[in-house]
């Protein structure tokens, strides 16, 4: 988390660049799992994305198990192994993700970095506190959404939620974030917030209130 002066009180992005997300490896036990898919690549052959799987054993939950063929972002999957395996998972990443969710339990998962219940934007407040629940060799209940991995959960009402990675989740080793004053043609008065390191790229964000004085 960072802290911006007390004076900033909105913000407006004038430039993004942002580093790119790392292959990261999600390991999963035999027999059965609980698997989600973080990559953008709709519709994605599961048996070839998840090795050491058996045919035909591919599910997804609408109000009862159905066998399906494709990997969607926001959706989770019951899937059977023959050995315990890990999959490595190579981008284009899904960093936000919209989940549409139908009263009674839903199998969901997240983007491609860990997720707290907290930050899921539910604006009807659907979600049913103390219903996350992941599986690994037996249930398990938890409040973080990790990458790669399926989720039980429960809503009050059918809603759409919302998941979106925080600045942090883009940042490589070596980052650090700074917050400067900007001296820049326009951009008086707005704060410079910049990611920098030892890496060949960076972020910056300039926020404040106005821009060319205009209210944004």
Not at 42 to 58: C, M, S
Not at 186 to 207: A, M, R, S
């Amino acid at each position: 988390q960072y802290t911006l002066p007390e004076e900033v009180t909105e913000f407006f992005v004038a430039h993004i660049l942002s580093a790119p997300i790392d292959p990261f490896d999600v390991n999963y036990l035999a027999p059965w799992a609980l698997v989600g898919y973080p990559v953008n690549d709709l519709g994605a052959d599961p048996y070839q994305v998840f090795p050491n799987t058996v045919p035909n054993t591919f599910y997804g939950y609408y109000f009862g198990y159905v066998e399906e063929t494709g990997l969607y972002p926001g959706k989770g999957y019951w899937l059977r192994f023959t050995e315990d395996t890990s999959v490595t998972f190579e981008g284009p990443f899904i960093t936000d993700t919209e989940i549409q969710l139908y009263e009674g339990w839903n199998i969901i998962s997240g983007p491609a970095g860990t997720i707290d219940l907290s930050a899921v934007s539910d604006p009807l407040n659907a979600i049913i506190p103390g219903t996350l629940t992941g599986y690994s060799n037996g249930y398990y209940q938890t409040t973080q959404i990790e990458p790669g991995r399926g989720y039980w959960i429960r809503a009050n009402q059918d809603a759409t939620v919302a998941m979106n990675l925080p600045l942090g989740s883009f940042l490589p080793p070596g980052l650090v974030p700074t917050s400067t004053n900007v001296q820049l043609a326009g951009l008086e008065g707005f704060y410079k917030f910049t990611v920098t390191g030892d890496q060949p790229y960076g972020i910056e964000f300039f926020l404040g209130g106005s821009l060319d004085g205009q209210d944004v």
